[in-house]
């Protein structure tokens, strides 16, 4: 289809939703406008439109916020978002145009102020022609009633869609999702279906083999691959091999019959399919690159280089031919030649938001990140939809520290795929990071209810979060488990040390502290450490240390630790080491002689001794009675 003809056709499809929505059609007006944002996501007229036809105020707000960033000054969707309280209110933007009198100030004009009444206005005076008026409305309401009320009974008929023009449509940049919600959902009911912003899910593979079909098959293969645009993959196989049936000769059957079974991860019977085809016809190169696929998906060790270079060799304009290849080099670590297939692929396949992934995952493993996310970045605006591109955003975020986009990825991502469990860790990490301890423990705990196994690298935020929610004793197993995978992580230390302080194992907790005083890097690390160090100490009982560790936090720079953790040591050391008396000076003898000044006692004394009460000597007094004592 010409371009020419894709905007007439584009045309009459957006005024068919138009004229859906003022006879109040919703479901119709949403299928055609999704149909039009399928061809042009970034058109910011459909996202109004559309904003129309969704039914909840969230859909409404994602519709009118897109709109918003594709046309910033669209007032529409300002006005939109104003009344939904999206947005703050802008006295620029008028709630509706008052270009005419209101009905209490047309009363209020003078008779002089008042236009001049003439021509219909006068003859309407007319007692007469206006009694003849309500006959003629009489009778029109007669009309109405029986055509709009009684004829519709005996059998609705369908109304002619109205050609109203809409707005002129506005062509800006490409949406940007990150930010897009006015206050960032953090803890999901249920994600708005995918098929909501298009027409169908996110398609894995375009149509690459397009046959002619015979005028008695042509309606079964519309059938089959309208379930093919919804990824029904079982009703797609059934109409499938009804078509097979009537055309047993051709080898693309096989061929999506085999893509399907692939996209339900069954790779020995879409093998199957796919020789089945290349039984039909040997130089048939889709059915190699399928074969490629599933052998890899059952085997990542496989060598697929043969089955690649036979698709490449038999079909060298297979741009997804060298953009799988170009997957595999990337994971076996041959950077260079996946770069080399990467342009081949760019080339047959411009603008293909898979071909950025691709890159972004060769420029990734090639450690270059600022190119990694400007590709990835790419692949988001060639396809808002694809789940992949969050994920790769997700983790490059992440790299950088970015982690409140990071969380719009990974929120995004795991509300659509709720099975992946690294997913679900990895946004337990932003949430983390940010501060959002309780949605730090919801995300993680959604993570090992989907794969507990895959989520042990992640646990630790689990428990340094239900730490800083002063629910240490529920931190335990999950800092333990954290320490084991990271032995030399200060951070996991110190939160299993204090996990097990709140769950009143002080002997644990002391060993944890001691491991963690070796891993101790900067000078707010030892600020925790002695902190934390004086508090179990003070539990086991060890007063002369904790006294220790409180001066020696004392004699760290105010601005490496908390003022709390100050004001704690201050007050704990005021309890622990109470003030020594001043002895009276001693008496010179008149005789002349005198007394030597005492000197202080050296000896060590353990911890309940009662102290020697000299001005040079600091005391290790008894515990004070609210300390509770570890034996």
Known sequence: MTGELR?????????????????????????????????????????????????????????????????????????????????????????????????????????????????????????????????????????????????PRFGPAERAPTNTPGPSPTFTATPTFFGATAEPTRVFSGPTPIEYFLDATYTPTALYVVTRRSSGSSEQYRIAFDHYKKSEWDAFIENMLLLQRMEPDAPDIPYYIGEAYRFKRETSVAARFYNEAIDLEADFAPAYLGLARVRLMANPDFNAANLFAQAIDLDPNMGEAYLERARWLIGRGDIEDAFEDLELAERILPGSPEVYLAYARAYEEQGDDEKALEYAQKAYAADILNLSTYKMLGDLYLAREDYINAADALRFYTAYQPEDATGHGKLGMAYY???????????????????????????????????????????????????????????????????LYADNKFGSAFLQIEAARSLVETDEEKALELYWRAKIQEQRNDIRDAIKSWNDLLKLDEDVMTAEMREEAEARLKELVPPTD???????????ASSSTPTPATATQKPGATPTRTPSRTPSPTPTPNVTATP
């Open 433 to 499: 990071f940010l501060g959002e301890y309780e949605n730090a423990v919801l995300a993680v705990s959604n993570g090992t209810q989907a794969n507990e196994r895959g989520m042990k690298p992640y646990l630790v935020y689990r428990g340094l979060s239900l730490v800083a929610l002063g629910r240490g004793a529920e931190a335990v197993d999950d800092l333990n488990v954290a320490v084991d995978e990271e032995p030399r992580s200060f951070p996991a230390r110190l939160g299993y040390a204090q996990a």
């Open 7 to 151: 905007e007439q056709n584009n045309e009459t499809i957006f005024q068919d939703a138009i004229a859906a929505l003022r006879r109040g059609d919703k479901p119709r007006a949403k299928e055609l406008l999704t149909r039009l944002l399928k061809t042009n996501q970034n058109n910011a007229t459909y996202w109004i439109w559309l904003s129309a036809a969704v039914e909840t105020p969230k859909e409404r707000i994602y519709c009118l916020q897109t709109a918003l960033k594709l046309d910033p000054e669209n007032s529409t969707a300002k006005r939109g978002l104003i009344l939904l309280g999206a947005l703050a209110p802008d006295e620029t933007i008028t709630p509706f145009p008052m270009n005419h009198p209101r009905a209490w100030e047309e009363k209020l004009l003078l008779a002089h102020e008042r236009p001049k009444e003439r021509g219909l206005r006068v003859v309407l005076r007319n007692p007469i022609l206006r009694l003849a008026s309500l006959a003629v409305i009489g009778i029109g309401m007669c009309i109405g009633i029986y055509f709009g009320v009684l004829l």
């Open 582 to 592: 001043t002895p009276e000076p001693s008496r010179t003898p008149r005789g002349g």
